[in-house]
């Protein structure tokens, strides 16, 4: 079973930012929070991940709260194209395969 | 381009055929995954293979069959005892190791219908 809850749904207007929210409460110590998403029939691609410092790529911030019991994905600037399904998913650091949920679909409105 | 490659993209077999998803990678990643999607779902774990010629059963293997005789290469067969077989199946690789798995590549998937 995941171990995450996260929004069914979310609406962004272009160009402002879209933040998806992530609750992990019975997260570990050595559990890390993966991001992905998934465009429509296609598959999922990898964003950001991080353990308990904040990230940031070419791609998202990932801000983490400092009890780790939750975290926000960050699209700075959204645009039609980041309208797809985002999963949150926690793992530990060794070979577990990725559990993913139902995710967040975000739809991106002109 | 390094990447996975899945085929078919789309398939039609009849009810009691067994049927052979390829997937192929020419990242060198040492693991390899099969998952499944049904729609508005996530994305369910059949089999993971962490190395050639070893593989482990994941959530819901029950009707389906791997092997990993390359390390390039993981084919999923979807038996005639899967007793749902229409969905979308999406292979991944990752590097392996401790890091490595929580980093998939995945492909574009196979759409398996069964009429």
């Known amino acids: 079973d995941a171990k995450t809850t996260q929004p069914t749904s979310m609406d962004c207007a272009e160009g402002r930012a879209a933040n998806l929210p992530c609750n992990h409460s019975?997260?570990?110590?050595?559990?890390?929070v993966y991001w992905y998403r998934q465009i429509h029939s296609q598959g999922p691609q990898y964003i950001i991940h991080g353990l308990k410092n904040n990230e940031t790529n070419e791609m998202a911030s990932l801000i983490i709260t400092e009890d780790r019991k939750s975290s926000t994905l960050i699209l700075p600037h959204a645009t039609l194209r980041d309208t797809a399904v985002y999963y949150c998913i926690v793992r530990n650091s060794g070979n577990t395969p990725l559990v993913f949920g139902k995710g967040t679909r975000l739809s991106v409105i002109a | 381009d390094g990447g996975i490659t899945q085929s078919p993209k789309y398939l039609f077999r009849k009810e009691g055929q067994n049927v052979t998803l390829s997937c192929e990678q020419n990242l060198n990643h040492d693991a390899m995954y099969w998952y499944r999607q049904d729609p508005g779902q996530g994305l369910r774990l059949i089999y993971y293979s962490q190395i050639v010629n070893d593989f482990q059963k994941g959530d819901i293997a029950e009707g389906y069959s791997v092997s990993r005789e390359k390390k390039e290469s993981f084919p999923l067969t979807v038996t005639s005892a899967q007793k749902n077989p229409t969905a979308f199946y999406l292979c991944a690789s990752s590097i392996g190791g401790n890091r490595g798995a929580g980093e998939l590549f995945f492909g574009e998937g196979s759409r398996l219908t069964v009429l």
């Open positions: 019975t997260i570990s110590g050595n559990e890390y």
